[in-house]
């Protein structure tokens, strides 16, 4: 194998090497391995510019030997490795490195790759639980050989520099943007405003812009680049009567670059196109058909026209053009002002998918705009935004954490200052992006306390900021917000959060971005360069794969997942009571009539099930038991044509041992109503524990007794109880295990989950072993933001109706309804559900299978497994419960669903 030969091959198989071990190191959070891949990515690239400059042949073999023995002298493997007859003679002579040969990326066995991969990993496997430290000595060896090729290639001639800068873009991402400081400078040139303004003052205005940032880049039909933005109709002062967005769709043409009139071979006059992603000429079109060049000064006319719809707009041999037509139709309306991270980490819940796309998306856009003009705007969660977008069809007003925007001000009054002097970390852009990394990741924007660094330079800003995210990120407390389903215990960091932590660390090491340049007069092409390649080796794949083994990267254009919730308020011992609504809201109007569309259908079920609703003696009536805050019997829902019935002696109260029912606060009869609204065929008893949800805290004693009540004296099948508290409550539990115990098991408890969204988990009860724990839906079944994080302890979570449903109200309220949100109503509707599947039994005793099915449909794992065999996944482990498949089959195939699901029970 020649010189150059030695160098392609040893580039190609150390990032390959590299890539395999990332990913064992994130699935494994290992981060001594995390550090191993990261020396490979940038030993790969020295031996890829080396082969740009004379060096030292031997020394590279050296290295390769040592690599494959230090990782492969133990390993021993039945994949025999061939070389393809097809490959080049350079990779057959590298039978000297026979380990390495499956890394290669022109290597064709693709199963002999798969099992020499295979083979790494368990010998990684095997190092780690030695003990004996080989893979950190592994990286130091690399990391040697990365500073001497550091110390070369700063002595390297002008002439290698040059031919480096011209190398082609990253070799991992071929879709780069090519230039991106041109569109940039463009836009920059024509928004010197001259809108509104006098003469003097025309070189002091632009119009602020938001620049939609992305994971990729997005085409069009004729491959060109599409860039959206945002502009404020109006420059300088803005006032509530001028503040518009203008929506803006920015084309760069595959004649984007190609300023020249004529190609350098003056032989040839065909004007010439360069494209990222073509390394050949493309003859130029005639742009004029479809596009007219803008004069300087008239692109604020267009913008000032607030024509309702988008312009479009191209960028054509380094100028601006619009188009003709220049308006195009709007998928959105979009509603001023924008939001910055910083207030929607404030005031909105992000879940884990949501944390781990963004920060993917914006390690993507630092990668794809990297020192180019886009960073001359300061990258943080101050500066990067979201845009409130009313949608017509489903009359909602949201934020889609799919789409950040950068703001940017052309003026560069918030330039970045790129000084990195005195700093500990020496890039600033990639800084920053850690630092909102860390942010995004805790659900909390940095604090910066000015007050103690009042004289900081902005290097001791930077090592400020760089020392606070370090230690949080090194931190072994647990992020708040990180679903725990793949950890052992709610005490231990997960995987999705470990691997998450790695790309952050990698963001922050000053290590990966250090200066290499000597010379301060010296092209730093080089660096920046090298810095963006490790960059995306080290950060932005990383993120990829925790997007792609977690599904996230399939429901990345997915706006019902990607929609921002409001942070809901935690307490310490709270009834799930939902947030209060307003009657104007167009966005709550629209899931009320959801929500009653849904109970309509719940009611037409019923009617095709023929279940009898009072024909079986009362000793036979399926029974549930509200535990809450009492019942109002003078409320419109007991009255009336429809008005409901409770049975006799439905009625106790442990609070003031009251004969006559009573409700103070409302709750108690809202959960009633939902639960008889469901499951009318049910009797329902009622025992009242507490006033009001402050008095819970109070309450332990009457919550013991109620349950005791419940199952002694109702002989209740289901217990419903819609509250919850921080911590277990020994006396709670007592009575839990008690009541179980001597009804030998037959009996269902049932509770509302938790209203706190990621800042805490399930509560006591829903937390108790014994208790169905019930979490809200959207009539659609998509999992409200306000649920808790999944348990370790559950392969699944429930959840079913819990948004804007019509329940009974106070008699002293005039409308005769309200609308609850939270997972207290979503758990009545489940007790009712189970009400409803009892009675379905009951109507079928006449089947064989009947008394087994009944038996086990009476236990919790019972109930469960068939709770999980009406759901469907409607997120990785969230199944969401409805009957409207049920419904649809025949008799003898529902029979057939519920007996095969209660069977299975020992499973769940």
């Given at each position: 194998?020649?010189?150059?030969?030695?160098?392609?091959?040893?580039?190609?198989?150390?990032?390959?090497?590299?890539?395999?071990?990332?990913?064992?190191?994130?699935?494994?959070?290992?981060?001594?391995?995390?550090?191993?891949?990261?020396?490979?990515?940038?030993?790969?690239?020295?031996?890829?510019?080396?082969?740009?400059?004379?060096?030292?042949?031997?020394?590279?073999?050296?290295?390769?030997?040592?690599?494959?023995?230090?990782?492969?002298?133990?390993?021993?493997?039945?994949?025999?490795?061939?070389?393809?007859?097809?490959?080049?003679?350079?990779?057959?002579?590298?039978?000297?490195?026979?380990?390495?040969?499956?890394?290669?990326?022109?290597?064709?066995?693709?199963?002999?790759?798969?099992?020499?991969?295979?083979?790494?990993?368990?010998?990684?496997?095997?190092?780690?639980?030695?003990?004996t430290g080989q893979v950190e000595e592994i990286s130091r060896d690399i990391d040697y050989f990365n500073r001497r090729r550091d110390r070369k290639l700063s002595t390297t001639e002008s002439s290698s520099t040059s031919k480096f800068i011209v190398t082609k873009v990253s070799s991992q991402h071929e879709d780069a943007l090519e230039n991106p400081s041109l569109p940039y400078e463009i836009l920059r040139q024509h928004l010197k405003c001259e809108c509104g303004l006098p003469p003097a003052d025309y070189s002091h205005s632009s119009h602020l812009g938001r620049l939609l940032l992305s994971s990729k880049l997005h085409r069009d039909q004729d491959n060109n680049v599409q860039l959206d933005m945002l502009f404020f109709t109006s420059s300088g002062q803005i006032t509530t009567d001028n503040w518009h967005w203008q929506d803006?769709?920015?084309?760069?043409?595959?004649?984007?670059?190609?300023?020249?009139?004529?190609?350098?071979?003056?032989?040839?006059?065909?004007?010439?196109?360069?494209?990222?992603?073509?390394?050949?000429?493309?003859?130029?079109?005639?742009?004029?058909?479809?596009?007219?060049?803008?004069?300087?000064?008239?692109?604020?006319?267009?913008?000032?026209?607030?024509?309702?719809?988008?312009?479009?707009?191209?960028?054509?041999?380094?100028?601006?053009?619009?188009?003709?037509?220049?308006?195009?139709?709007?998928?959105?309306?979009?509603?001023?002002?924008?939001?910055?991270?910083?207030?929607?980490?404030?005031?909105?819940?992000?879940?884990?998918?949501?944390?781990?796309?963004?920060?993917?998306?914006?390690?993507?856009?630092?990668?794809?705009?990297?020192?180019?003009?886009?960073?001359?705007?300061?990258?943080?969660?101050?500066?990067?935004?979201?845009?409130?977008?009313?949608?017509?069809?489903?009359?909602?007003?949201?934020?889609?954490?799919?789409?950040?925007?950068?703001?940017?001000?052309?003026?560069?009054?918030?330039?970045?200052?790129?000084?990195?002097?005195?700093?500990?970390?020496?890039?600033?852009?990639?800084?920053?992006?850690?630092?909102?990394?860390?942010?995004?990741?805790r659900g909390t924007a940095l604090q910066r306390p000015e007050n103690l660094y009042p004289d900081s330079s902005p290097s001791g800003k930077l090592n400020s900021d760089w020392t606070q995210a370090s230690i949080l990120v090194n931190s072994k407390k647990l992020w708040p917000g990180f679903d725990s389903t793949t950890a052992n215990s709610s005490s231990q960091m997960t995987e999705l959060e470990s691997g998450y932590r790695q790309a952050v660390k990698n963001c922050l090491d000053p290590k990966l971005f250090k200066k290499r340049a000597t010379n301060p007069n010296e092209d730093q092409a080089k660096d920046m360069k090298n810095s963006r390649e490790v960059l995306y080796r080290s950060v932005v794949t990383v993120l990829e794969t925790l997007m792609r083994d977690s599904k996230y990267m399939d429901d990345i254009d997915?706006?019902?997942?990607?929609?921002?919730?409001?942070?809901?308020?935690?307490?310490?011992?709270?009834?799930?009571?939902?947030?209060?609504?307003?009657?104007?809201?167009?966005?709550?109007?629209?899931?009320?009539?959801?929500?009653?569309?849904?109970?309509?259908?719940?009611?037409?079920?019923?009617?095709?099930?023929?279940?009898?609703?009072?024909?079986?003696?009362?000793?036979?009536?399926?029974?549930?038991?509200?535990?809450?805050?009492?019942?109002?019997?003078?409320?419109?829902?007991?009255?009336?044509?429809?008005?409901?019935?409770?049975?006799?002696?439905?009625?106790?109260?442990?609070?003031?041992?009251?004969?006559?029912?009573?409700?103070?606060?409302?709750?108690?009869?809202?959960?009633?109503?939902?639960?008889?609204?469901?499951?009318?065929?049910?009797?329902?008893?009622?025992?009242?524990?507490?006033?009001?949800?402050?008095?819970?805290?109070?309450?332990?004693?009457?919550?013991?007794?109620?349950?005791?009540?419940?199952?002694?004296?109702?002989?209740?099948?289901?217990?419903?109880?819609?509250?919850?508290?921080?911590?277990?409550?020994?006396?709670?539990?007592?009575?839990?295990?008690?009541?179980?115990?001597?009804?030998?098991?037959?009996?269902?408890?049932?509770?509302?989950?938790?209203?706190?969204?990621?800042?805490?988990?399930?509560?006591?009860?829903?937390?108790?072993?014994?208790?169905?724990?019930?979490?809200?839906?959207?009539?659609?079944?998509?999992?409200?933001?306000?649920?808790?994080?999944?348990?370790?302890?559950?392969?699944?979570?429930?959840?079913?109706?819990?948004?804007?449903?019509?329940?009974?109200?106070?008699?002293?309220?005039?409308?005769?309804?309200?609308?609850?949100?939270?997972?207290?109503?979503?758990?009545?509707?489940?007790?009712?559900?189970?009400?409803?599947?009892?009675?379905?039994?009951?109507?079928?005793?006449?089947?064989?299978?009947?008394?087994?099915?009944?038996?086990?449909?009476?236990?919790?794992?019972?109930?469960?497994?068939?709770?999980?065999?009406?759901?469907?996944?409607?997120?990785?482990?969230?199944?969401?419960?409805?009957?409207?498949?049920?419904?649809?089959?025949?008799?003898?195939?529902?029979?057939?669903?519920?007996?095969?699901?209660?069977?299975?029970?020992?499973?769940?």
């Amino acid at each position: 194998m020649d010189g150059d030969g030695v160098l392609q091959f040893a580039s190609s198989a150390t990032a390959g090497l590299a890539n395999v071990i990332m990913r064992f190191a994130v699935r494994n959070k290992q981060s001594n391995c995390s550090r191993l891949a990261t020396e490979l990515f940038c030993a790969s690239k020295h031996l890829e510019l080396e082969q740009e400059c004379d060096s030292s042949i031997p020394e590279v073999q050296t290295f390769l030997r040592r690599i494959e023995e230090k990782l492969f002298v133990s390993i021993i493997s039945t994949t025999r490795i061939t070389v393809p007859s097809n490959k080049s003679q350079q990779q057959k002579q590298s039978s000297n490195y026979a380990r390495l040969i499956p890394f290669d990326a022109s290597y064709g066995d693709v199963r002999g790759h798969l099992q020499a991969s295979s083979d790494l990993q368990v010998h990684l496997l095997a190092m780690i639980k030695a003990g004996t430290g080989q893979v950190e000595e592994i990286s130091r060896d690399i990391d040697y050989f990365n500073r001497r090729r550091d110390r070369k290639l700063s002595t390297t001639e002008s002439s290698s520099t040059s031919k480096f800068i011209v190398t082609k873009v990253s070799s991992q991402h071929e879709d780069a943007l090519e230039n991106p400081s041109l569109p940039y400078e463009i836009l920059r040139q024509h928004l010197k405003c001259e809108c509104g303004l006098p003469p003097a003052d025309y070189s002091h205005s632009s119009h602020l812009g938001r620049l939609l940032l992305s994971s990729k880049l997005h085409r069009d039909q004729d491959n060109n680049v599409q860039l959206d933005m945002l502009f404020f109709t109006s420059s300088g002062q803005i006032t509530t009567d001028n503040w518009h967005w203008q929506d803006i769709r920015l084309l760069l043409t595959r004649q984007a670059w190609d300023i020249s009139t004529e190609t350098q071979d003056s032989s040839s006059k065909k004007k010439k196109a360069r494209f990222a992603d073509e390394s050949h000429s493309l003859p130029m079109r005639n742009p004029g058909k479809q596009f007219e060049e803008v004069p300087y000064g008239e692109f604020c006319r267009f913008l000032i026209r607030n024509d309702r719809s988008r312009l479009r707009f191209g960028i054509i041999r380094g100028r601006l053009h619009v188009s003709d037509p220049c308006n195009e139709g709007i998928e959105r309306f979009v509603i001023p002002p924008s939001v910055a991270l910083s207030t929607v980490l404030k005031e909105h819940r992000l879940d884990t998918r949501m944390r781990v796309t963004l920060a993917y998306i914006l390690a993507s856009s630092v990668w794809q705009y990297y020192n180019s003009d886009w960073m001359k705007s300061v990258w943080t969660s101050e500066t990067i935004h979201f845009i409130t977008e009313h949608n017509i069809e489903d009359a909602t007003t949201d934020l889609y954490i799919t789409k950040p925007y950068l703001s940017v001000q052309f003026d560069e009054s918030s330039k970045m200052d790129k000084n990195s002097a005195g700093a500990v970390h020496q890039d600033p852009t990639i800084l920053a992006l850690g630092i909102m990394l860390v942010e995004i990741g805790r659900g909390t924007a940095l604090q910066r306390p000015e007050n103690l660094y009042p004289d900081s330079s902005p290097s001791g800003k930077l090592n400020s900021d760089w020392t606070q995210a370090s230690i949080l990120v090194n931190s072994k407390k647990l992020w708040p917000g990180f679903d725990s389903t793949t950890a052992n215990s709610s005490s231990q960091m997960t995987e999705l959060e470990s691997g998450y932590r790695q790309a952050v660390k990698n963001c922050l090491d000053p290590k990966l971005f250090k200066k290499r340049a000597t010379n301060p007069n010296e092209d730093q092409a080089k660096d920046m360069k090298n810095s963006r390649e490790v960059l995306y080796r080290s950060v932005v794949t990383v993120l990829e794969t925790l997007m792609r083994d977690s599904k996230y990267m399939d429901d990345i254009d997915n706006e019902d997942t990607a929609r921002v919730g409001k942070r809901q308020q935690s307490s310490k011992s709270v009834t799930q009571t939902p947030s209060p609504v307003f009657m104007e809201d167009p966005v709550q109007l629209k899931d009320r009539s959801r929500a009653e569309q849904w109970l309509d259908r719940m009611d037409l079920l019923q009617r095709k099930l023929n279940l009898d609703i009072h024909s079986r003696p009362t000793q036979d009536r399926i029974r549930v038991a509200v535990i809450d805050t009492g019942c109002d019997v003078e409320s419109e829902f007991f009255h009336g044509k429809r008005g409901r019935r409770l049975p006799r002696n439905f009625w106790t109260d442990f609070v003031d041992e009251s004969v006559t029912p009573i409700d103070e606060d409302g709750h108690g009869t809202a959960m009633v109503s939902l639960v008889m609204n469901i499951a009318p065929q049910a009797d329902v008893y009622v025992a009242r524990v507490a006033r009001r949800p402050q008095d819970l805290d109070e309450s332990v004693d009457n919550v013991a007794q109620a349950i005791e009540w419940a199952q002694s004296y109702c002989r209740a099948h289901i217990i419903l109880m819609s509250f919850g508290y921080e911590r277990e409550r020994d006396t709670i539990s007592a009575a839990i295990y008690d009541s179980i115990k001597t009804r030998r098991g037959k009996v269902i408890f049932v509770a509302a989950a938790s209203n706190t969204g990621g800042e805490a988990g399930e509560m006591f009860p829903a937390s108790h072993e014994s208790v169905i724990s019930i979490r809200a839906t959207t009539k659609s079944g998509k999992f409200a933001d306000f649920n808790p994080p999944r348990d370790s302890r559950e392969s699944f979570v429930l959840g079913t109706l819990g948004t804007e449903v019509p329940c009974a109200c106070l008699s002293s309220n005039d409308s005769g309804r309200t609308y609850l949100t939270g997972t207290s109503v979503a758990a009545a509707v489940v007790a009712g559900i189970g009400a409803m599947m009892l009675a379905y039994v009951d109507s079928n005793s006449a089947r064989r299978s009947y008394s087994v099915v009944r038996d086990r449909l009476e236990r919790r794992r019972g109930m469960l497994a068939l709770f999980h065999r009406l759901g469907r996944d409607t997120d990785f482990g969230h199944r969401y419960i409805s009957l409207w498949n049920f419904g649809k089959i025949s008799e003898d195939e529902q029979w057939a669903l519920v007996e095969d699901a209660v069977s299975s029970a020992a499973n769940i």
